[in-house]
């Protein structure tokens, strides 16, 4: 009898999905795919971009919203088939997504009048317009004022290497992964591994600043793009010799859909910066864009790291040696 089930019930409903075509009626018009974006979920960012994007559609579409593994996931899938099939891929970084988005450069399109950078970004600019920068976040030092005072706090990063004080190091997930590189780079070896040692508090970004706003430490490194940062939960030093900054960018396939067209044009349109500007604490790389009150009362005052020292492999080797990867 189960077998008989099971061969009967399949049969059926074969049947049943038949009828409108028998009837004469057309199947439904697939729903198009637009693309790919990776964000942090925390805050509830990942979930306010895409209904942000989706509302700007004038019918349903497919928009996959995931964090850093998916996008990693599906990035290896495009260079290994040398197609981006989903349409626009948007990612806010990690340093392994953006060697992906080298690689895939022979089949990203190029636009590069289409979206351009303001001045004060134009050192994270791709020069072939392939790699379109969408906003710039950036990593500055935290600190819980019950704990210590302004002024004590350290203003550079390298008197942040040799502070006194055990402080929390974002080692971990998407920040991680670019800071740590960011970092070697800004302050050489022998201040870097100062630096890991000195963490008392290692982990993902809510994890070091939660430390922070608790009292486990008394300072720490955050991005704007960080709840506490934005809401005002922690002290913040923008240090002298620059924030580090760190792009986000957006990737086109080749021979694009209106579609997926679309998606790049409401990413990198103005109601899009205001609602990064305001809701994510991030600085639109649009020329005269909106930007957080940190950002322009710090005069745009950045540290650029060359995209080669961040996705250099030799680099990525060594710091994940000293990190104890």
Not at 43 to 62: L, S, Y
Not at 119 to 139: I, S
């Amino acid at each position: 009898m189960k077998n008989r089930l099971a061969k009967t019930i399949p049969m059926a409903l074969a049947l049943i999905l038949m009828l409108p075509l028998v009837a004469g009626c057309p199947p439904p018009a697939p729903v198009p795919t637009v693309g790919h974006i990776h964000m942090t979920a925390a805050g509830g960012f990942r979930d306010t971009m895409a209904t942000f994007i989706e509302g700007q559609f004038d019918e349903p579409v497919d928009l996959y919203a995931t964090g850093s593994g998916d996008i990693r996931a599906y990035m290896r899938i495009v260079l290994d088939k040398a197609i981006i099939e989903r349409g626009t891929v948007f990612s806010h970084n990690h340093r392994q997504v953006h060697q992906q988005f080298e690689a895939a450069r022979p089949f990203i399109a190029e636009f590069p009048d289409r979206y351009p950078v303001r001045e004060e970004f134009a050192a994270l600019a791709d020069p072939l317009g392939e790699l379109h920068l969408v906003w710039v976040d950036a990593f500055v030092i935290i600190y819980n004022a019950d704990l210590i005072s302004h002024e004590n706090v350290p203003s550079t990063w390298e008197e942040l290497s040799h502070f006194e004080q055990p402080i929390g190091l974002i080692t971990k997930g998407c920040l991680g992964a670019w800071g740590l590189m960011a970092f070697y780079h800004h302050l050489g070896e022998e201040n870097f591994i100062r630096l890991v040692e000195n963490a008392a508090v290692e982990g993902r970004r809510r994890d070091v600043s939660s430390a922070v706003k608790e009292g486990t430490v008394a300072v720490g490194v955050a991005s704007l793009l960080d709840v506490l940062v934005r809401d005002g939960k922690v002290g913040v030093i923008w240090p002298e010799d620059g924030a580090v900054a760190r792009p986000a960018f957006l990737v086109i396939p080749d021979d694009p859909t209106e579609y997926h067209l679309r998606l790049a044009d409401i990413i990198m349109s103005r109601e899009a910066a205001e609602l990064f500007a305001q809701e994510f604490n991030m600085a639109s790389a649009l020329p005269g864009g909106p930007v957080p009150a940190i950002v322009e009362e710090n005069n745009f005052h950045f540290v650029f790291i060359p995209a080669e020292a961040i996705i250099c492999l030799e680099l990525e080797a060594r710091v994940d040696q000293i990190v104890g990867r």
